[in-house]
């Protein structure tokens, strides 16, 4: 039996400072591959694929790119920084509290337990007094939603979309609309939007070429594939809803021209309904609202809910049927 060549001797050192090792390498340099990483720390292929997926699990950017050559390149996202810690005033605290109530309706999704896991690595660094003290802060704030989702069964997906999104990479989406078929698309994830209680996914369909909108309950498969992307510059949020009063874009916009009565008009002039909306106060005491506007299904429901207090003065198309669907209301629910 031939001796063995000489050679480095491993390092021995404990994988804290391994991890250290590894960060520092790929931070400071576009990237490395595997074999690059065994050479430099002495260690097998296993214990650098183990350190990889350690440093991931801690949170940290991490994609992997296949070369030409055939051998795959791990790096961090372009941009990438290691921030130093970070400390909270009391307001601030309150504040961050405040935000997490309001996002109940994450209850059983992955998000939900990166909440849990910021809280309580804020509680860790404090002492028990002041544990106490924020436990006290936390109830300063509550939120009630009324119909919100279970997301539950979309777990899975939606811990498939996080890496998706941190990572920009293109995914394969089956996704089922209300009452059709189901379709596959190849989508490339830019936005995750909350909107009333509900989660939804903005991107680009590879399949439609152009940016669509998905009701995160209806998507019934996704899957990462290794395939990067990169958003577009110019791209912001807003065109995933383009001139929509909430968030269905459907059809022309249409110049909204209504009328609220004073019991209501307090309501009316407390909020903006639309960035460039006119707002006329009237010597009875009721408020004249016009806007230009699309997405008649939200602008009627929305009209609907203020009832008996709302008048549709135009268009005469909108006001056709806003009075149509009441005739058919009563019609449908008369007593024989």
Known sequence: MSPKKPGKPAK?????????DVIRILEHRYGATVEELVEECQVTRRTVYRDLTAIE????????????SGEVLYR????????????????????????RGQLSFLQGTPFQDDLDAVFARLRSGLPPRS?????????????????????????TILASLRQALLKQQRCRIRYAPARRAASDYLFDPYTLLFYNSSLYLGGYAHNRK??????????????????????????TSAQLTGGAFGLIDEGPERQLDLLFAAPIAHLIRERTWHPQQVLEERADGSVRLQFSAAGDTEILAWLYSLIPHVQVLGPASLRRDFLQALRQTLNESEIP
Not at 86 to 98: A, H, K, P
């Open 12 to 20: 021995k050192y404990s994988q804290a400072s391994r991890l250290h």
């Open 57 to 68: 699990d801690a949170g940290y950017p991490l994609i992997k790119e296949r070369q030409d």
């Open 76 to 99: 961090f996202v372009a941009g990438f920084k290691q921030l130093p810690p970070i400390t909270f005033s009391l307001e601030e605290l309150m504040t961050l509290y405040l935000c």
């Open 131 to 155: 544990v106490a003290h924020l436990e006290r802060i936390a109830e300063t704030g509550s939120s009630k939603i009324q119909g919100f989702r279970d997301y539950t069964r979309q777990r």
């Open 210 to 235: 152009a940016l669509r909108l998905f009701l995160i309950d209806r998507i019934e498969d996704l899957t990462a594939t290794e395939e990067r992307f990169e958003v577009p510059e110019d791209y």
